[in-house]
Structure formats: structure tokens, C-alpha cells
Nanobody, 126 residues
Framework: QVQLVESGGGLVQAGNSLRLSCAASGGTLGNYDIGWFRQAPGKEREFVAAVRWSTGSTDVVDSVQGRFTISRDNAKNTVYLQMDSLKLEDTAVYYC???????????????????WGKGITVTVSS
């Protein structure tokens, strides 16, 4: 059983940066891909980024490519989402999720996740 706890959300002005953290525990993280989804008000949840814990390989959705970076810290069992040049449309609840790494990382965005965090709110203001 993997537990995921998000932190680092809040209110930020457009153009600024924010870093989200996802602390993972309770499982052998080397067997998992861990990533971020987000859900904006009135919209469906969408994939943002994922990392394969065992290799550090990453995948990022095109819409945030060049602005968002995902990484993991083995020592802290934590996945980070560095969000730069934030836009109003980045406002959403961000969820950390984990799934066993049985398939290509690129498929993470369409898989059914094994575990979810509770989510954390990011609000970008003008």
C-alpha cells in the first residue's frame, strides 16, 4: 500500500513559480511510476507529468512542456513538480498518483492509477 501526500500548493501570481511535493511511503517505490494530474474547475482531470522511479525517466504533457519539470529525490522518497512561468489556466487541484511500472512510461497518462493523493490546490492570480 503506497501513501501519497501532496504539499506546496497555494496562491501565486501569474508568471511566478511554485514547487509541489509528493511524499511517498509504504511501498517499494522502484516498482512504480509516480506522477501528477490536475483538475481545473468545471473541467476533467488531465495528466501533467510522470517519472519512473527506478530510472528517473520523465514524461510531461505538451501544454506545460518547458514550464513544468518533474523530478524525484530517492533519499526523501519525494516527487517534485517544479512549475515556472505560471499562467491563470494552471489553476487547478493537483493530484499525485502512482501506478506499477508494468508498461511504458508514456502510457501513464491513460492508465488507471493504483494510488492517489488527496490533492492540493494551486491558484494562479493575475
Amino acid at each position: 500500500q503506497v501513501q501519497l501526500v501532496e504539499s506546496g500548493g497555494g496562491l501565486v501570481q501569474a508568471g511566478n513559480s511554485l514547487r509541489l511535493s509528493c511524499a511517498a511511503s509504504g511501498g517499494t517505490l522502484g516498482n512504480y511510476d509516480i506522477g501528477w494530474f490536475r483538475q481545473a474547475p468545471g473541467k476533467e482531470r488531465e495528466f501533467v507529468a510522470a517519472v519512473r522511479w527506478s530510472t528517473g525517466s520523465t514524461d510531461v504533457v505538451d501544454s506545460v512542456q518547458g514550464r513544468f519539470t518533474i523530478s524525484r529525490d530517492n533519499a526523501k522518497n519525494t516527487v517534485y513538480l517544479q512549475m515556472d512561468s505560471l499562467k491563470l489556466e494552471d489553476t487547478a487541484v493537483y493530484y499525485c498518483a502512482a501506478d506499477r511500472n508494468a508498461y511504458a512510461l508514456k502510457s501513464f497518462r491513460s492508465r488507471r492509477m493504483d494510488y492517489w493523493g488527496k490533492g492540493i490546490t494551486v491558484t494562479v492570480s493575475s
